[in-house]
């Protein structure tokens, strides 16, 4: 039997894209869900490298001046999806900050808003750019995420004699559920000997002074470069980490896709799936060489909608909130257990979807798996629709489990499919 799982972050809110909150399952196999494709919206930018920041009021997008790589430039847009070119221009003041016309640094110079509590104002959004070649990363910080100045001191020690690291869009963020700075960087060496495109991890407390470079030489699949990673903590569970890494194959004309996998804080990385999420598809000019980039950051652009950005054809990709990946039953009854669960507070909700025929029935359970009074199958309201936000009832009182105490989950589905589950307290709502 698994330890008792206690929610340790502030969202009480796990998704189902590993075995984290199970014990047993039965008929049920994880499903990495798919992003749907909206038409190309003429007014999005398009530029290497770019990153969509939400700021809870509006949205920026910074991107690298395409074809050339002289500047970084900025827009802005009311609802992530028209894109106002007025707002368009370089991300800085090129006479105060004359180093960032450098063109090592426009060529992957990638902003985040900090969400570090303690972080001064003026430092709110902070920045990375640089390749081996300048023998390390720079850093830069503004107040308002559009005039940025640079850090007197070093990002990351220098890069060791002879290896590449780099030179591709790393990515940065304050992570709350390990209390630190992150950085997330491409690496073309590894440890073990084999010269593959792949990610490394190093972590500061201040964003100053930085440990130990952190290897994943398990994570490439045989003959595959991951060129970028595109990790950032989802916002709705920030312990986790997304990533759509372009994955690029040497062997196949240089061709790109879209991966997908996770980084779980004190576990490591999860891949539910290890194919493309988004593959080229019909249009031929998605199958030429740095074809296949998603702007970092997945941003809310509706009540229940994730997007997603394709940078060069001006996609914007669809997901529902929390739907990357589901614990899936198909036509046939599967059922499974929680590891015991401590009950962080509030209600317990599901997002769920089932088929027209479909249903989940859920059981709570004692820390042996015996049903408890009045939260059997028997008086279970049977769930079948699509919800994001579900909360299941037992006739005729609800469940009288609370804060504190430990208990299991047991389900059975048919035709069904759970993305998260999550304690929320109903004045919240």
């Given at each position: 039997?698994?330890?008792?799982?206690?929610?340790?972050?502030?969202?009480?809110?796990?998704?189902?894209?590993?075995?984290?909150?199970?014990?047993?399952?039965?008929?049920?196999?994880?499903?990495?869900?798919?992003?749907?494709?909206?038409?190309?919206?003429?007014?999005?930018?398009?530029?290497?490298?770019?990153?969509?920041?939400?700021?809870?009021?509006?949205?920026?997008?910074?991107?690298?001046?395409?074809?050339?790589?002289?500047?970084?430039?900025?827009?802005?847009?009311?609802?992530?999806?028209?894109?106002?070119?007025?707002?368009?221009?370089?991300?800085?003041?090129?006479?105060?900050?004359?180093?960032?016309?450098?063109?090592?640094?426009?060529?992957?110079?990638?902003?985040?808003?900090?969400?570090?509590?303690?972080?001064?104002?003026?430092?709110?959004?902070?920045?990375?750019?640089?390749?081996?070649?300048?023998?390390?990363?720079?850093?830069?910080?503004?107040?308002?995420?559009?005039?940025?100045?640079?850090?007197?001191?070093?990002?990351?020690?220098?890069?060791?004699?002879?290896?590449?690291?780099?030179?591709?869009?790393?990515?940065?963020?304050?992570?709350?559920?390990?209390?630190?700075?992150?950085?997330?960087?491409?690496?073309?060496?590894?440890?073990?000997?084999?010269?593959?495109?792949?990610?490394?991890?190093?972590?500061?407390?201040?964003?100053?002074?930085?440990?130990?470079?952190?290897?994943?030489?398990?994570?490439?699949?045989?003959?595959?470069?991951?060129?970028?990673?595109?990790?950032?903590?989802?916002?709705?569970?920030?312990?986790?980490?997304?990533?759509?890494?372009?994955?690029?194959?040497?062997?196949?004309?240089?061709?790109?896709?879209?991966?997908?996998?996770?980084?779980?804080?004190?576990?490591?990385?999860?891949?539910?799936?290890?194919?493309?999420?988004?593959?080229?598809?019909?249009?031929?000019?998605?199958?030429?060489?740095?074809?296949?980039?998603?702007?970092?950051?997945?941003?809310?652009?509706?009540?229940?909608?994730?997007?997603?950005?394709?940078?060069?054809?001006?996609?914007?990709?669809?997901?529902?909130?929390?739907?990357?990946?589901?614990?899936?039953?198909?036509?046939?009854?599967?059922?499974?257990?929680?590891?015991?669960?401590?009950?962080?507070?509030?209600?317990?909700?599901?997002?769920?979807?089932?088929?027209?025929?479909?249903?989940?029935?859920?059981?709570?359970?004692?820390?042996?798996g015996n049903v408890l009074p009045g939260c059997g199958a028997a008086d279970?309201?049977?769930?079948?629709?699509?919800?994001?936000?579900?909360?299941?009832?037992?006739?005729?009182?609800?469940?009288?489990?609370?804060?504190?105490?430990?208990?299991?989950?047991?389900?059975?589905?048919?035709?069904?499919?759970?993305?998260?589950?999550?304690?929320?307290?109903?004045?919240?709502?």
């Amino acid at each position: 039997m698994k330890e008792i799982y206690r929610f340790q972050h502030r969202i009480k809110r796990e998704l189902f894209i590993d075995d984290t909150l199970l014990d047993t399952a039965e008929g049920l196999e994880f499903q990495v869900q798919k992003p749907v494709p909206q038409p190309p919206e003429e007014s999005a930018p398009q530029g290497y490298y770019s990153t969509v920041i939400f700021d809870d009021v509006k949205y920026r997008y910074y991107f690298r001046e395409f074809p050339s790589e002289r500047h970084t430039l900025y827009a802005e847009s009311a609802d992530g999806r028209r894109w106002d070119h007025a707002s368009q221009g370089p991300a800085w003041d090129l006479d105060r900050n004359s180093a960032l016309r450098l063109p090592n640094f426009t060529h992957n110079f990638t902003p985040f808003l900090d969400r570090n509590p303690a972080a001064p104002a003026e430092e709110r959004y902070k920045a990375i750019a640089g390749t081996y070649l300048d023998r390390g990363l720079a850093s830069f910080y503004s107040a308002d995420g559009i005039h940025f100045k640079r850090y007197d001191r070093p990002l990351i020690l220098p890069v060791p004699e002879g290896v590449e690291m780099l030179d591709s869009q790393n990515t940065a963020f304050y992570f709350e559920a390990e209390n630190c700075y992150v950085i997330f960087f491409r690496v073309f060496h590894l440890p073990d000997g084999r010269k593959i495109r792949s990610v490394a991890r190093v972590t500061s407390p201040d964003f100053e002074h930085w440990g130990e470079i952190e290897f994943f030489p398990s994570l490439n699949e045989p003959d595959e470069h991951l060129y970028t990673s595109g990790l950032t903590p989802y916002y709705r569970a920030p312990h986790i980490c997304v990533g759509t890494p372009t994955r690029f194959f040497e062997d196949h004309g240089a061709a790109t896709d879209i991966g997908l996998f996770f980084y779980r804080a004190g576990r490591g990385f999860v891949r539910p799936g290890k194919e493309a999420w988004i593959r080229p598809g019909l249009d031929e000019e998605r199958w030429k060489n740095r074809a296949n980039y998603l702007a970092l950051n997945p941003v809310p652009t509706a009540e229940n909608e994730l997007s997603f950005y394709h940078i060069f054809s001006r996609v914007r990709y669809t997901l529902p909130l929390d739907r990357f990946v589901s614990l899936h039953a198909g036509t046939r009854e599967g059922c499974w257990i929680s590891r015991p669960i401590e009950h962080p507070g509030g209600t317990l909700e599901l997002n769920a979807a089932t088929s027209a025929g479909g249903r989940i029935v859920l059981e709570l359970c004692d820390m042996e798996g015996n049903v408890l009074p009045g939260c059997g199958a028997a008086d279970f309201e049977t769930f079948w629709g699509d919800r994001i936000a579900w909360r299941p009832q037992w006739r005729p009182s609800g469940n009288g489990i609370g804060k504190g105490e430990v208990f299991r989950i047991r389900a059975f589905m048919k035709e069904a499919d759970l993305f998260s589950m999550s304690f929320c307290n109903p004045e919240e709502v």
